[in-house]
């Protein structure tokens, strides 16, 4: 399979999270509840009404795609921290989320960060801890998510 990595685009943004919000309801809304589904849907809907803060840098949103199609998406706060990675549930399996992450430390580590964190779901939790990250706490629940928080040094 091809697929290319690359910086998001303003046309990418909006697609790019029509895929999170629609792989997070089909993997990982049936195990966060109501509140959980309605406050991601909330988060969501207000990151793609402000795609500024990828376009000036204060956050990085990457993307995998297929020809055109987006297959998957990842995106870091400011602070270093991943706040969103999803792929495709088609795609999963295929090494995208690690060829996402692969990039993303890359241009963290670019930007200064020797550290990454991330509150993983319990869905993804397998993912990050393979790709070594170690959790700093047990498993959280706040605000309808739950999620367990992680750290990864970046080696230099």
């Known amino acids: 399979m091809t697929y290319k990595i690359r910086q998001a685009t303003e046309k990418d943004i909006q697609p ?3 895929l999170a919000l629609s ?5 990982e809304a049936p ?3 109501q509140d959980g589904a309605a406050h991601f849907r909330e988060d969501v809907e207000a990151k793609a009404s402000d795609p500024d803060m990828y376009l000036s840098e204060k956050r990085v949103m990457l993307i995998a795609s297929d ?4 297959v998957g998406m990842i995106e870091s706060r400011e602070t270093g921290y991943i706040a969103m990675l999803f792929v495709d549930g088609a795609y999963h399996r295929r090494g995208i989320a690690t060829a996402l992450m692969n990039r993303m430390v890359r241009e963290l580590k670019l930007r200064g960060f020797d550290r990454i964190g991330v509150n993983s779901s319990p869905y993804g939790l397998p993912f990050y801890l393979d790709y070594g990250f170690v959790p700093t706490d047990v498993e959280q629940h706040k605000d309808g998510f739950i999620f367990t928080p992680m750290l990864y ?4």
């Not at 040094?153 to 230099?156: E, V």
């Open 16 to 18: 790019a999270f029509d």
């Open 23 to 27: 792989v997070f309801m089909e993997y």
């Open 153 to 156: 040094k970046i080696n230099n």
């Open 67 to 70: 020809d055109e199609k987006i």
């Open 31 to 33: 195990e966060y509840g």
